[in-house]
């Protein structure tokens, strides 16, 4: 089996793959490593290894050694990615061990979710030690296992842990500048999404919702981060300007954001009138969806022809900036 043949682009988050596979193709893709971290069964990081031209590594990590040995298995043996190297672990603030019992036999997303729940890990400690589950920071492994390596690119599906590890990577994305990605449900915890997109902004960089759902809940998204030193080089970029034009990307800061992801789904709000498993899913989203795109077509006598439910309500109300360069700056 071919690499190029077992590593198709993801079938889910085409948006953003998409994104990121052509940045790489165009050579816009800044100079280094990448990380897939929370990188599941291993199909985003399998489609970064088989797309890079300069034989660039690709670290991808996950909790679940059965996923590790899936991907180790598949892609690295069977395909001969020999750029990818997969590994067992958690990234997080500060490098240490979290028990295994701690955590349960729980999937690898819910390990995520509630690393934050645990005490902090043991400094020092690592994960070949009492059966523990190793935590490591970026900048950690970037002057230890990684050293050596620079960080181009990286994808952060860590389920609520973004906070953490980008403060475990201040310094690589200071002395590095990536492109990174991060995931987020906007209206879930406001005041969580509003500090992440503060930190980002704190970091100088800046964040684009990726406009497409990801998850369960109907306000999922990926927020696409680029360094404010390298506008001037992204400006000239004809997939981050298709992106801009078909509104697949908007930029969003700590405020802006929450107007964003179907707003109805604020605790609270006409799609969230209940916390817990009914809050922001189809029925209720789709809904008030329909009933928004529908007074916005008897407003607009223009709008002719369009399926409303490729947009979320934001798309429809947004002015028009065609050119990613516009689109950033403003």
């Given amino acids: 089996m071919s690499a190029r043949r077992a590593c198709n682009s993801p079938g889910t988050e085409v948006i953003l793959n998409s994104i990121v596979g052509a940045l790489i193709e165009e050579g816009r893709m800044p100079t280094g490593a990448m990380i897939d971290a929370g990188a599941n069964q291993g199909e985003w990081a399998c489609f970064y290894a088989s797309v890079v031209r300069d034989n660039r590594t690709v670290f991808a990590m996950d909790p679940m050694e059965a996923n590790v040995r899936r991907i180790w298995n598949r892609y690295v043996l069977k395909a001969g990615l020999r750029n990818l190297q997969p590994s067992v672990g958690i990234l ?11 955590l349960g036999k729980q999937s690898a997303s819910q390990q995520y979710n509630n690393l934050h729940l645990l005490n902090s890990p043991t400094r020092g400690v690592r994960g070949a030690d009492l059966g523990g589950l190793s935590v490591y920071t970026v ?15 990286a994808h952060w599906d860590v ?3 973004e906070l953490d590890v980008l403060r475990g990577a201040v310094e690589t994305i200071a002395r590095d500048q990536p492109i990174f990605t991060v995931e987020v449900h906007v209206h879930q915890d406001q005041n969580y999404t509003t500090n992440l997109l503060q930190y980002i902004d704190w970091i100088s960089y800046d964040a684009f919702l990726v406009e497409e759902i990801v998850g369960r809940r109907y306000d999922g998204r990926n927020l696409l981060c680029v360094p404010r030193s390298r506008r001037a080089e992204l400006a000239l970029s004809s ?4 992106a801009a034009a078909a509104r697949a990307i908007f930029a969003v800061n700590a405020n802006s954001v929450h107007e964003h992801a179907y707003p109805c789904c604020k605790p609270g709000g006409k799609c969230c009138p209940a916390l817990g498993s009914r809050c922001c899913r189809s029925g209720d989203t ?3 969806h329909r009933r928004q795109v529908a007074e916005w077509g008897r ?7 369009r399926n409303p439910l490729l947009f979320t309500h934001v798309n429809f ?14």
């Fill in 139 to 153: 900048d950690g492994l970037f002057q230890g296992a990684w050293r050596g390596q620079r960080l181009g690119f």
């Fill in 286 to 288: 789709l809904r008030w």
């Fill in 239 to 242: 997939t981050l300007d298709l």
């Fill in 92 to 102: 997080g603030s500060v490098d240490g061990t979290i028990s295994r019992s701690a």
């Fill in 317 to 330: 109300f947004s002015q028009s900036r065609y050119k990613w360069s516009a689109l950033k700056s403003g």
């Fill in 299 to 305: 407003a607009n006598s223009s709008f002719r022809g």
């Fill in 159 to 161: 389920e609520g842990s």
